[in-house]
RNA sequence: UGGGGCGUCGUCUAAUGGUAGGACACCUGGUUUUGGUCCAGGCAGUUGGGGUUCGAGUCCCUACGCCCCAGCCA
């Protein structure tokens, strides 16, 4: 690793390995609050705390932060250990909760207390905000404030054997009601909270606010450099006065600006909405920035860690373009997947000199990036499809597809030639007449006769039939959370579904694990709707198009 | 009119007093049995104004702009 282009957190790392100041060591966590399911801004995190580690030789811990009965659930621990293994770490056992320090959480309150930091308030939710002053305006102090020390530990007993009502007192700290710095009007550290932990269940009735068990937790572990973002920059001189004065070790708080991605939203309130009020099919819709619904919609989670080595780390805020992902994304699968063919729109092409009941099979690559990937037989006969798109009765200048007397080369096939348009009563085209050339077997010819175009096909008779969902941003503003309303500016064309297109043969076995490329369409993706008799593609991102564009 | 942060191509991100570089996007051209990939090239930036210095994106002053903070959420 060269000192240059290193980003501002691993300067500081060397700064303190330079003095000493942790002995070398190199700890972090990523800290969850098992409240929701994790999406892209938190494969930053994740990536970042695990990188780091690892560049220096350390550690990284998976912390549930589940400090707050209320909203946190097992399901959500469940899907964050997944989400964070199919991104490609592993955190080796180092598995931890918030929940398992309650005791010892608690015991340090105490000791603040003791020592005259901490006292409890009977003021209700409302008096203390009230009290609490503005943004330019000193607090007033709460009248519970001078309490004696054995009267507040009494009192804090008492809270947490049960005794007293949701909201009707809580252990505060005890610093300063005209700091400058809201956070330092004397913060909650306590509240009684009469709720079921999915964890400790009914063993707590008081339950520590963040700051309180945020940086104890840090300090427990052992975490050396604690990695969170810009909003918690106002905390640390909470983090920082809680440690002092218990005296216990003393992590370094360190902020970063979060990843913000165009076009999508990424706060855990806004997708939770979304899945509620169904404006999505759930948290693993293909269309959510979520990682399930990454995964779902065929993303690969190499393609996801070399976007964050891409995106970098700073303290700007930033929207990054979403483009900068897709491009990760098909620089994976174009080494990766493996080509078939696919047809969205059939149209009908009969090959008229074809002998009528013959059928042979051509050799297709299945990868030109890979010779390793090998070839396959696709089944050739006299009725085929190919896409409504690459036909055109009156073509443009360029357009170097299939029109009346023109010759393309069917891909690994032969070079075929239009010769008839048939059309309905309507005008409508419904089907194609055309020839082949016999001796242009493979898709090549022996005089080196030029042709422009190549167009992918299946056999009619051979093909199978699939549902393919085509997806695009869930949004149509560069950034929903500008708006008054993300809702407003939702997509409504987020999601097509084509029916009955029709697929190679292959396809109908095929695993889903692997990422396929539909040759010259996109990359797809077999979806966990897809039964035995019906297969169901989601589109991962269509291939760069510069011909669309024109 | 409080406190904490942040301002570099369209978007991200480097340059730590010494040639403002890379990626994505965009635009050319070449190769190609995917209008894909690949290759070659191009466009494009230090928020403004002062100052220090041989030399400033970087240090100082000042102005301006943007973000965060008044949960018993995290």
Not at 194 to 216: E, F, Q, S, V
Not at 307 to 321: H, L, Q, S, T
Not at 342 to 369: G, H, R, S
Request: aromatic share 10%; glycine share 4%; hydrophobic share 30%.
């Amino acid at each position: 690793m060269n000192d240059i282009n290193k980003n501002f957190i691993q300067r500081i790392i060397d700064d303190d390995n330079d003095s000493g100041k942790f002995n070398n060591k190199v700890h972090t966590r990523f800290p969850p609050e098992p409240n929701g399911y994790l999406h892209i801004g938190h494969a930053k995190a994740i990536y970042l705390n695990y990188n780091i580690a690892e560049e220096y030789n350390g550690k990284c811990n998976l912390r549930f932060d589940d400090t707050n009965p209320i909203a946190e659930e097992d399901e959500y621990v469940r899907s964050i250990q997944e989400d964070v293994k199919w991104l490609g770490f592993d955190s080796e056992k180092r598995v931890y909760f918030a929940s398992d320090y309650f005791q010892q959480m608690y015991e340090y309150a105490l000791q603040l207390i003791k020592n005259n930091n901490a006292y409890v308030c009977e003021l209700s939710p409302q008096e203390i905000k009230n009290t609490r002053g503005t943004l330019q305006k000193p607090g007033t102090q709460s009248p519970y404030r001078d309490r004696a020390r054995d009267e507040n530990l009494d009192l804090f007993n008492r809270m947490k054997s049960g005794e007293f009502e949701n909201g009707s007192k809580t252990l505060r700290g005890k610093i300063d009601m005209s700091h400058p710095n809201m956070n330092m009007r004397d913060p909650v550290i306590y509240r009684i909270l009469h709720a079921n932990h999915h964890r400790t269940g009914d063993k707590w009735c008081i339950y520590p606010m963040y700051d309180w068990a945020h940086g104890l937790e840090d300090s427990i572990e052992g975490i050396t450099h604690s990695l969170c973002s810009l909003e918690f920059e106002d905390h640390r001189p909470l983090y920082d006065w809680y440690l002092d004065k218990l005296d216990v070790y003393h992590p370094q708080q360190i902020e970063f600006a979060r990843l913000n991605l165009s076009y999508t939203v990424m706060s855990k309130r806004k997708l939770k909405l979304l899945v509620e009020n169904n404006h999505v099919t759930g948290w693993d819709d293909p269309r959510m920035p979520t990682i399930s619904g990454f995964k779902r919609r065929g993303y690969t989670p190499k393609s996801i860690r070399n976007f964050m080595e891409d995106v970098g780390v700073a303290k700007r805020d930033n929207i990054m373009d979403i483009a900068k992902l897709e491009s990760s994304l098909r620089t994976d699968l174009n080494k990766r997947s493996q080509r078939r063919m696919a047809v969205l729109n059939p149209l009908k092409v009969v090959i008229t000199n074809y002998p009528d009941e013959k059928e042979e099979f051509v050799i297709a690559k299945n990868n030109p990036e890979d010779e390793s990937a090998g070839t396959r037989k696709l089944p050739f006969s006299k009725v085929l499809y190919i896409e409504k798109d690459d036909f055109m009765e009156d073509p443009p200048k360029k357009f170097f597809r299939l029109s009346p007397g023109a010759e393309v080369r069917f891909k690994f096939a032969y070079y075929i030639t239009c010769t008839d348009v048939i059309k309905d009563s309507k005008g409508k085209i419904v089907e194609l007449h055309c020839t082949y050339d016999k001796d242009t077997l493979g898709g090549r010819s022996e005089d080196k006769r030029k042709v422009k175009g190549t167009l992918h096909w299946v056999s009619a008779n051979h093909s199978v039939l699939a549902d393919i969902r085509l997806y695009d941003r869930l949004f149509t503003a560069l950034n929903p959370d500008a708006e008054s309303n993300f809702i407003d500016t939702i997509n409504t064309n987020s999601l097509k579904i084509v029916k009955n297109c029709r697929l190679e043969p292959e396809l109908k076995t095929f695993e889903s694990k692997i990422p396929v490329q539909f040759e010259r369409l996109g990359y797809f993706f077999k979806d966990a709707d897809s039964t035995a008799e019906s297969l169901v593609y989601n589109r991962t991102v269509a291939l760069r198009d510069t011909w669309a564009k024109k």
